[in-house]
């Protein structure tokens, strides 16, 4: 599903790569941490699937593709399957939660009626039923969380990307987006984690992978935060 | 329903720069305007240089004291010439002497001074095509009992020369005002994408094309590109109406009447100037501006 051969990205102007030779495979359905300090290099694996950056050196695979060879006009159509989730949720303010899940829908080309049937379904699905016509601000943090998974989900993406989802929440709040994610993950969807909230990789015992100055420095299948 | 939100967003990207887009429609207006006026003016000094240079006649002065028989060759020369359209007229010392009392009527002095005999005989002839002027004259001057050949359309060419000038300044005007006109419409997009750039950030975060991100931002600059030629088009059908049919009804004469076919021709070419150039301003300034 996913796999990173020997990937090295150094960024421009950078003293030293911000990874260095790591490879890692992800199979379809996994869910995974990336774990580490700030500036390990974990937040540039979540760049580098979603092709925002290209690696320096190696090969990047996502869905059997190799994403480091895709061309610039192909990029849009190959994000459409993979959903991402950010620490700071990334909604538009001045639509309603309905709307910024319907939004993502639009832009790639769905009709309204799809988006009618589908998005009270996802919206349901994060435990949202009932708020769609709310507007980000008259949500908490966790709910605007909600509503970012609802839009990463509800193209049903095969890998679904978070970069510090629990970022800015609550421990309570952090455990629910956990459960979400959990069940999304249990849909066959791939999860991809980066985070640095050590309680949470406690308490799922998923796959971790500990990243340190750039480079792997521990895979655990049922790993701890250590 | 995608037409629709391409559409709704053109609208409400107009409104929410209102300043900026009635700026970039001005400049617009303006630069096109100046586009078409000299555009309109090119086609009016062509086809007056054509009108003139038809009925554009080289003198060929004989010597005073020239010969019958010398006269009588240069008439058998010039009726055989086939650089030379029609019969060649001859004006003798009577006709000479006449036309140069109507010539210099303001001068009477002169006049008064000058015996007809003092005024050369001359062959007019009209050239089928009148820039062949250069091989008239190298074959009659020199010839026996020639003085001098002149050609009428190197007067003419003076006041080409000035109608040129104009009609490159009001070029060169056009294209710093397009330049002008071009920077802002760069500007405006820029302002418009970044307005919007939470929108584009997600558009491009689940996966909206190039081209759906970017149209809504590339037809506003068309919109308002589009706008300013009509604008423009206005300018100059008032521009005939207000000023080359009424005020300025003598020039005319000159330069011949601007006729509602050439101004109505610069609508489509306006149109699509303004609209296509906006258009790539704002779609290559989005190039740079919205990364991947």
Same mark, same amino acid.
């Given at each position: 599903?996913?796999?990173?051969?020997?990937?090295?990205?150094?960024?421009?102007?950078?003293?030293?790569?911000?990874?260095?030779?790591?490879?890692?495979? /992800?199979?379809?359905?996994?869910?995974?941490?990336?774990?580490?300090?700030?500036?390990?290099?974990?937040?540039?694996?979540?760049?580098?699937?979603?092709?925002?950056?290209?690696?320096?050196?190696?090969?990047?695979?996502?869905?059997?593709?190799?994403?480091?060879?895709?061309?610039?006009?192909? /990029?849009?159509? =190959?994000?459409?399957? /993979?959903?991402?989730?950010?620490?700071?949720?990334?909604?538009?303010?001045?639509?309603?939660?309905?709307?910024?899940?319907?939004?993502?829908?639009?832009?790639?080309?769905?009709?309204?009626?799809?988006?009618?049937?589908?998005?009270?379904?996802?919206?349901?699905?994060?435990?949202?039923?009932?708020?769609?016509?709310?507007?980000?601000?008259?949500?908490?943090?966790?709910?605007?969380?909600?509503?970012?998974?609802?839009?990463? =989900?509800?193209?049903?993406?095969? /890998?679904?990307?978070?970069?510090?989802?629990?970022?800015?929440?609550?421990?309570?709040?952090?455990?629910?987006?956990?459960?979400?994610?959990?069940?999304?993950?249990?849909?066959?969807?791939?999860?991809?984690?980066?985070?640095?909230?050590?309680?949470?990789?406690?308490?799922?015992?998923?796959?971790?992978?500990?990243?340190?100055?750039?480079?792997?420095?521990?895979?655990?299948?049922?790993?701890?935060?250590? | 329903?995608?037409?629709?939100?391409?559409?709704?967003?053109?609208?409400?990207? *107009?409104?929410?720069?209102?300043?900026?887009?009635?700026?970039?429609?001005?400049?617009?207006?303006?630069?096109?305007?100046?586009?078409?006026?000299?555009?309109?003016?090119?086609?009016?000094?062509?086809?007056?240089?054509?009108?003139?240079?038809?009925?554009?006649?080289?003198?060929?002065?004989?010597?005073?004291?020239?010969?019958?028989?010398?006269?009588?060759?240069?008439?058998?020369?010039?009726?055989?010439?086939?650089?030379?359209?029609?019969? $060649?007229?001859?004006?003798?010392?009577?006709?000479? !002497?006449?036309?140069?009392?109507? &010539?210099?009527?303001?001068?009477?002095?002169?006049?008064?001074?000058?015996? $007809?005999?003092?005024? $050369?005989?001359?062959?007019?002839?009209?050239?089928?095509?009148?820039?062949?002027?250069?091989?008239?004259?190298?074959? !009659?001057?020199?010839?026996?009992?020639?003085?001098?050949?002149?050609?009428?359309?190197?007067?003419?060419?003076?006041?080409?020369?000035?109608?040129?000038?104009?009609?490159?300044?009001? *070029?060169? *005007?056009?294209?710093?005002?397009?330049?002008?006109?071009?920077?802002?419409?760069?500007?405006?997009?820029?302002?418009?994408?970044?307005?919007?750039?939470?929108?584009?950030?997600?558009?491009?975060?689940?996966?909206?094309?190039?081209?759906?991100? &970017?149209? $809504?931002?590339?037809?506003?600059?068309?919109?308002?590109?589009?706008?300013?030629?009509?604008?423009? !088009?206005?300018?100059?059908?008032?521009?005939?109406?207000?000023?080359?049919?009424?005020?300025?009804?003598?020039?005319?004469?000159?330069?011949?009447?601007?006729?509602?076919?050439?101004?109505?021709?610069?609508?489509?070419?306006?149109?699509?100037?303004?609209?296509?150039?906006?258009?790539?301003?704002?779609?290559?300034?989005?190039?740079? !501006?919205?990364?991947?």
């Amino acid at each position: 599903m996913i796999r990173l051969e020997n990937v090295t990205k150094t960024y421009p102007k950078a003293a030293r790569p911000s990874l260095d030779g790591v490879s890692v495979s /992800i199979d379809k359905g996994d869910f995974v941490f990336f774990i580490g300090p700030s500036g390990s290099g974990k937040s540039t694996i979540v760049k580098l699937l979603l092709h925002e950056v290209t690696p320096t050196k190696g090969k990047v695979v996502v869905n059997d593709k190799d994403v480091s060879t895709l061309r610039s006009w192909r /990029i849009p159509h =190959f994000r459409r399957s /993979i959903g991402c989730v950010f620490q700071d949720f990334r909604l538009l303010p001045t639509r309603t939660a309905y709307e910024n899940v319907a939004f993502a829908l639009e832009v790639i080309g769905k009709t309204q009626a799809v988006a009618r049937r589908v998005v009270p379904e996802v919206l349901e699905l994060v435990g949202l039923g009932g708020k769609e016509h709310r507007y980000p601000h008259e949500l908490s943090g966790g709910e605007q969380q909600r509503v970012a998974v609802a839009r990463a =989900f509800v193209n049903r993406p095969l /890998i679904l990307l978070a970069d510090e989802p629990t970022g800015n929440l609550d421990p309570d709040t952090s455990i629910e987006i956990m459960r979400l994610l959990d069940r999304i993950n249990r849909t066959g969807t791939t999860v991809v984690m980066v985070t640095h909230d050590s309680n949470i990789v406690n308490q799922m015992r998923r796959r971790v992978v500990e990243i340190e100055g750039g480079k792997i420095v521990r895979d655990q299948p049922r790993g701890v935060y250590g | 329903m995608r037409a629709k939100y391409v559409l709704s967003e053109v609208m409400v990207g *107009l409104w929410r720069n209102v300043t900026m887009t009635v700026a970039m429609i001005i400049t617009m207006a303006v630069s096109l305007t100046m586009l078409g006026a000299s555009l309109v003016m090119y086609h009016q000094v062509d086809e007056m240089k054509a009108r003139f240079l038809s009925n554009v006649q080289v003198s060929i002065f004989l010597d005073v004291n020239v010969t019958d028989e010398q006269q009588n060759a240069l008439a058998q020369e010039l009726a055989t010439d086939p650089l030379v359209s029609g019969t $060649p007229v001859f004006l003798n010392t009577a006709d000479s !002497y006449k036309l140069f009392q109507e &010539q210099m009527k303001n001068d009477q002095a002169l006049i008064d001074s000058t015996t $007809p005999e003092q005024v $050369p005989q001359s062959f007019r002839v009209r050239l089928k095509d009148p820039t062949k002027f250069e091989q008239i004259k190298a074959t !009659y001057q020199g010839k026996p009992g020639v003085d001098n050949v002149i050609d009428q359309a190197s007067l003419l060419n003076r006041v080409f020369d000035v109608l040129g000038a104009l009609q490159g300044l009001a *070029l060169v *005007l056009a294209i710093a005002q397009g330049l002008a006109a071009l920077l802002l419409v760069a500007n405006t997009i820029q302002v418009a994408a970044y307005s919007k750039r939470r929108e584009v950030a997600v558009m491009k975060l689940v996966g909206a094309s190039n081209w759906f991100i &970017q149209s $809504p931002f590339v037809l506003e600059a068309m919109f308002a590109g589009a706008i300013g030629a009509l604008v423009a !088009y206005a300018g100059l059908v008032a521009a005939k109406v207000f000023l080359i049919d009424d005020s300025l009804k003598a020039l005319t004469a000159i330069i011949g009447e601007v006729q509602w076919g050439t101004i109505n021709i610069m609508l489509p070419l306006l149109l699509a100037a303004g609209a296509l150039v906006s258009g790539v301003t704002g779609w290559v300034t989005l190039r740079f !501006y919205i990364k991947k």
